[in-house]
């Protein structure tokens, strides 16, 4: 009888496992992704202050300014079909209908979607456009959608930074920017093939910090939950560090027909695996 009870037992245990096991997995993830973020905002809070700090515009789904308008576009898909569902396929479903309601330039069939990033804590990456996009070999572009923000202020979101001779130049390599450690009056652009923290990483060139202040925009997104990002793949972003509070916000990678790896040794993907093509 006593066996019985037991065995009774470890098939509840496993039954409760397997209905949860997407948020088991979701838990998981967050707190792997809490441990590294801990780890590279050493690394960056020097530019992050920096950038943070600079003079910004606020965009929202109401305002994009004119010099975004062909990088970025804003929509907003109602929160419910994330709580309620809870199913990347239907979340990625609405988003897409979205654009193609809006008939938005952002191609909505003959893709592929991969690295399907759901995470309840805030970044802390500095600027970057991402180093994805150096090992994939289809054009794309990218999604970020807000679920939720505690931060007063509504800090904890995204900048986007423009800089017309960064964005010009870099349009097929994919990098960040760092504050150099041995003179903090220049600004590195680095090629990223691994991670943000490897010393192997290639330094592009040196940027004077006073022509990058004259020459770059910084925008803010001052979204509200349900709001989405969508924008190309070049776009410079950087995490916004401000605040303590739980900011979730989900983001994946949408791809253009097949997808094709490049063998160079150069670039990173969390998740090559397609959970989506349409």
């Not at 009774?8 to 809490?34: A, D, E, M, S």
């Not at 979730?248 to 670039?267: D, Q, T």
Request: hydrophobic share 35%.
């Amino acid at each position: 009888m006593l066996t019985l009870v037991i065995i009774i037992k470890i098939i509840i245990i496993i039954y409760i496992i397997i209905i949860n096991i997407n948020k088991i997995k979701l838990y998981v993830n967050n707190k792997i992704f809490i441990i590294y973020n801990k780890y590279i905002s050493n690394n960056n809070h020097i530019i992050n202050n920096f950038i943070s700090n600079m003079d910004y515009i606020k965009i929202n789904n109401n305002y994009i300014p004119e010099i975004l308008k062909n990088k970025l576009n804003i929509i907003n898909v109602h929160t419910d079909y994330y709580n309620k569902y809870n199913d990347k396929k239907i979340i990625v479903n609405k988003i897409l209908d979205k654009i193609k309601n809006k008939k938005l330039s952002y191609p909505v069939n003959k893709i592929n979607i991969i690295d399907y990033l759901d995470y309840k804590t805030k970044y802390y990456f500095g600027p970057h456009t991402d180093i994805e996009w150096n090992i994939i070999d289809n054009d794309g572009y990218q999604v970020w959608y807000l679920i939720k923000n505690n931060n007063t202020n509504n800090y904890g979101n995204m900048f986007i930074i423009y800089n017309e001779y960064l964005y010009k130049k870099y349009k097929k390599i994919y990098y960040s920017l760092n504050i150099d450690k041995k003179n903090k009056k220049k600004i590195l652009v680095i090629k990223n093939c691994r991670n943000i923290l490897e010393k192997n990483n290639i330094i592009l060139e040196t940027l004077d910090i006073d022509w990058f202040k004259k020459n770059t925009k910084i925008f803010y997104l001052d979204f509200k939950p349900g709001d989405c990002l969508i924008f190309n793949k070049n776009l410079l972003h950087m995490s916004d560090t401000r605040g303590n509070k739980t900011r979730h916000a989900i983001n994946f990678r949408v791809i253009k027909n097949k997808l094709k790896i490049k063998y160079n040794n150069c670039g990173f993907i969390k998740d090559k695996n397609i959970f989506y093509k349409q």
